[in-house]
């Protein structure tokens, strides 16, 4: 499981601005998420958004007194991503253990980029609200793990360090897929089977 991937902009947006000549709170909201994972928060200007959504500084100003208040209603909307990601985590304590790790283990291989993984833990270095989140969703999947670990029969101790190993793997293996040679699916899903599997059985 991991951090959720940033929207597209729907096609009732497009009428919006085609009725109004402003765009909505959430477009601009939606633009400073792409351009942060596309270059970073650093990137994240006025004119810079200004000039890539062709549209003038008023419509910014119509929303937004600042670009800190844009950068706020771009944590609490990645934060409320979240969320929804977290509450789908609580939902696989109804799946027996193995069948949970292996739902996780989906997640992690799936087909989509690390960008926003990337962009969004290296934001949270300078950002308390999204840093708090960030730390919320990874605890939260330590337990997950943790938790089916010991329905599978390891002690507390062993559990924890074992845990604890998959999650820095799969937060690892989302750093590094761009610079390593990626693993298939399969051998990705075996070295987690390695973690999980009891030696004495």
């Given amino acids: 499981m991991t951090i959720s991937e940033a929207s597209p902009t729907p096609p009732e947006e497009f009428e919006t601005r085609r009725r109004t000549g ?4 959430d477009a601009w909201v939606r633009a ?15 004119s810079r958004l200004c000039e890539e ?9 119509w929303h937004f ?3 800190n ?7 609490d909307h990645w934060c409320d ?28 291989v799936g087909d989509h980029s690390p960008a926003v993984e990337n962009a969004i ?37 062993e559990a924890r360090l074992r845990a604890g190993a998959l999650v820095y793997a799969g937060i690892g293996f989302m750093h590094a897929r761009d610079s390593l040679d990626t693993p298939t699916p399969q051998e990705i899903r075996s ?11």
Avoid: C
Avoid at 32 to 46: E, Y
Avoid at 69 to 75: D, I, K, P
């Fill in 22 to 25: 402003r765009l909505s709170v």
């Fill in 32 to 46: 400073a998420l792409d351009l942060l994972v596309r270059d970073g928060v650093a990137a994240v200007r006025i």
């Fill in 53 to 61: 959504l062709h549209v003038t500084k008023g419509s910014f100003y």
């Fill in 65 to 67: 007194t600042d670009i």
């Fill in 69 to 75: 208040g844009l950068l706020e209603a771009v944590a």
């Fill in 81 to 108: 991503t979240q969320n929804d990601s977290m509450r789908a985590l609580v939902e696989l304590g109804s799946m027996a253990p193995r069948e949970r790790l292996d739902t996780m283990t989906a997640a992690l």
């Fill in 121 to 157: 833990r290296e934001w949270a270095r300078t950002n308390v609200i999204v840093a708090d989140t960030v730390r919320r969703l990874d605890r939260l999947v330590f337990s997950v793990v943790q938790e089916a670990l010991l329905e599978l029969g390891f002690d507390p101790a």
């Fill in 191 to 201: 070295m987690f089977r390695i973690i999980t599997v009891r030696p004495d059985i």
